[in-house]
Antibody, heavy 123, light 106 residues
Framework: EVKLVESGGDLVQPGGSLRLSCAAS????????MDWVRQAPGKGLEWVGR??????????EYPASVRGRFTISRDESKNSLYLQMDSLKTEDTAVYYC??????????????WGQGTLVTVSS | DIELTLSPSFLSASVGDRVIITCRAS??????LGWYQQKPGKAPNLLIY???TLQSGVPSRFSGSGSGTEFTLTISSLQPEDFATYYC?????????FGGGTKVEI
């Protein structure tokens, strides 16, 4: 059974840092692209970044809104995905989801999500 | 960035209704579009990918169509469990983007 369990969400002051973790199980972690997606309270979904699979060197992609502030990494030995968030802003307040992608001929689609972890940026 | 516009943003419907939600892309994305359903307090769930392919386990009352810049999600006969918010997502190019959501309520 595929499971994704996020942790690390907390209340942090503007300008602060936080690291989220996503523990993956039930599949070969290194074979899959992984995404972080967030959802501000009462708002829609926003893609926060991607870690490609091992074959692609775990290379990453980010939207402009977080590039240079957020960093995605993995620890193969722990089957874990991380989101290091620096220089946090109040607009980063959201539930953060870890998501697994699977590869279809048409591209990479998210088929499993974690339960989410809440990050609140406030003074 | 590719902007996705969902319409309507809010839809009031009844059980048994046929519901159609439209997603328009600001530029050509081929068939690189997926549809997600999200219920309150839960993570999204993939319904349709590649514009029209039904994800495994999703009821056949859900269908998707379209290509290029205009796409639709159709629920042929709305069921009580379908009251939720629906999002489209494009995977054609980075940054990946979602539409703002369509909330389907009674």
């Amino acid at each position: 059974e595929v499971k994704l369990v996020e942790s690390g969400g907390d209340l942090v002051q503007p300008g602060g840092s936080l690291r989220l973790s996503c523990a993956a199980s039930g599949f070969t972690f290194s074979d899959h692209y992984m995404d972080w997606v967030r959802q501000a309270p009462g708002k829609g979904l926003e893609w926060v970044g991607r870690s490609r699979d091992k074959v692609n060197g775990y290379s990453t992609e980010y939207p402009a809104s977080v590039r240079g502030r957020f960093t995605i990494s993995r620890d193969e030995s722990k089957n874990s995905l991380y989101l290091q968030m620096d220089s946090l802003k109040t607009e980063d307040t959201a539930v953060y989801y870890c998501a697994r992608n699977w590869k279809d001929s048409s591209g990479y689609w998210v088929d499993y999500w974690g339960q989410g972890t809440l990050v609140t940026v406030s003074s | 960035d590719i902007e996705l516009t969902l319409s309507p943003s809010f839809l009031s419907a009844s059980v048994g209704d046929r519901v159609i939600i439209t997603c328009r892309a600001s530029q050509y994305i081929g068939r690189s579009l997926g549809w997600y359903q999200q219920k309150p307090g839960k993570a999204p769930n993939l319904l349709i990918y590649a514009a029209s392919t039904l994800q495994s386990g999703v009821p056949s009352r859900f269908s998707g169509s379209g290509s290029g810049t205009e796409f639709t999600l159709t629920i042929s006969s709305l069921q009580p469990e379908d009251f939720a918010t629906y999002y489209c997502q494009q995977i054609k190019s980075y940054p990946l983007t979602f539409g703002g959501g369509t909330k389907v309520e009674i």
